[in-house]
């Protein structure tokens, strides 16, 4: 008695459980509206400097918590194709933006290390700037030691994106 019980039980659950998961009507699931938002996708060339090729992969704006200025952040790929270790660091890149020029933010997490011999490090470069600016020359002016004066290697000229 006590099994014919359990399956009698058991068969109206799964009775009841398919009864409610097939619908006879007619109408539609409510839609969900899915906005999207397309970006313009920039791309930059690669410029190679003494066989380490660089490339910009993307440009971000934030704002810099103060409300009065933008961090402009550029990650980029380098691919050491020389046979010897290689340094880069955030240090080593200017943007200029009309007559004004601007270093990497000093506390920002910027790239800054040794590539070995065939490898690709990706790394960010951050810049403070004002929020007028849209438009510059980021630059790899490697950092020089002594009298020397710092050269301008490589340049792409990059739009600033708006702040999301």
């Known amino acids: 008695m006590k099994k014919f019980l359990l399956v009698a039980m058991s068969t109206a659950c799964a009775l009841s459980l398919v009864g409610c998961g097939t619908s006879t009507s007619n109408e539609e699931a409510p839609k969900t509206k899915q906005e999207?938002?397309?970006?313009k996708i920039t791309t930059y060339p690669a410029k190679?400097?003494?066989?380490?090729?660089?490339?910009?992969?993307?440009i971000e704006t934030t704002e810099n918590g103060k409300g009065d200025k933008n961090i402009v952040q550029?990650?980029?790929?380098?691919?050491n194709e020389s046979g010897t270790k290689y340094g880069v660091g955030g240090n080593d890149f200017i943007l200029k933006s009309g007559s004004k020029t601007y270093t990497a933010k000093?506390?920002?997490n910027?790239?800054?290390?040794e590539i070995a011999p065939d490898k690709t490090v990706t790394g960010t470069v951050s810049f403070e700037v004002p929020k007028s600016v849209k438009t510059?020359?980021?630059?790899?002016?490697?950092?020089?030691?002594?009298?020397?004066k710092p050269k301008v290697l490589a340049t792409w000229e990059v739009t600033v994106p708006n702040n999301k």
């Not at 999207?36 to 970006?39: D, I, L, N, V, W």
């Not at 190679?48 to 993307?58: A, C, D, G, H, L």
């Open 36 to 39: 999207t938002k397309s970006e």
């Open 74 to 79: 550029l990650t980029m790929d380098f691919k």
């Open 48 to 58: 190679t400097v003494n066989n380490i090729e660089m490339q910009i992969k993307k």
């Open 136 to 148: 510059g020359a980021f630059s790899y002016q490697p950092v020089t030691f002594g009298k020397e």
């Open 106 to 108: 000093a506390d920002a």
């Open 110 to 113: 910027n790239i800054g290390t």
